[in-house]
């Protein structure tokens, strides 16, 4: 049986108080207000589609413990398998813990989903894949992935210089 909030609250207004927090920022009453949320549903979801599981592991990510920011955001994922903003928060903790392979995937996936419905700019999408790229030594892949985010956005200095970089490491192999 699942455990009925407490009299004068209900989940969506437990929610709405760990988003406030979140905003505020006040991490700890944002944490203690959506782990009582998940307490009482696991499988909560705000009618715009936010889940605790992704507040609780941006938490975790901003304060760098990406170990336990990645299971959050893949119980987020878990519950919804195209949330956007959990792929792309998962994507950037497994790609500051060297698991290059699964944020591409991430990151692909992201960029999979169709763009009228994506919020991620495409072009902050290709510059990601192509530095976890850069991060496995695949100069080739990264030089792809980057020439298409500089494709995208011909001026940013970020892709100019990636770009450049793995041209400069691809002649020198050869």
């Not at 455990?3 to 991490?27: N, T, V, Y």
């Not at 507040?55 to 956007?84: C, F, M, T």
């Not at 990601?128 to 080739?140: L, T």
Request: aromatic fraction near 8%.
């Amino acid at each position: 049986m699942t455990p009925q909030p407490p009299p004068g609250e209900d989940i969506a207004a437990l929610f709405e108080e760990g988003r406030r927090c979140f905003r505020k920022p006040d991490g700890l009453g944002a944490v203690r207000a959506l782990e009582k949320v998940i307490d009482l549903d696991p499988a909560y979801r705000h009618p715009d589609g936010d889940n605790p599981y992704f507040y609780l592991g941006k938490i975790n990510e901003v304060e760098s413990r990406y170990k336990d920011a990645i299971a959050l955001y893949s119980q987020a994922l878990a519950n919804d398998p195209w949330d956007e903003e959990s792929l792309i928060g998962r994507g950037s903790c497994l790609s500051v813990t060297g698991q290059q392979d699964r944020a591409i995937a991430d990151f692909q996936k992201v960029l999979a989903i169709p763009a009228q419905h994506r919020r991620a700019p495409v072009q902050h999408l290709l510059y990601a894949i192509a530095e976890n790229y850069r991060q496995k030594n695949d100069y080739a892949a990264a030089l792809h992935w980057g020439q298409q985010a500089l494709e995208k956005e011909p001026d940013n200095f970020r892709h100019q210089e990636l770009v450049k970089e793995m041209q400069a490491r691809l002649m020198v192999k050869s």
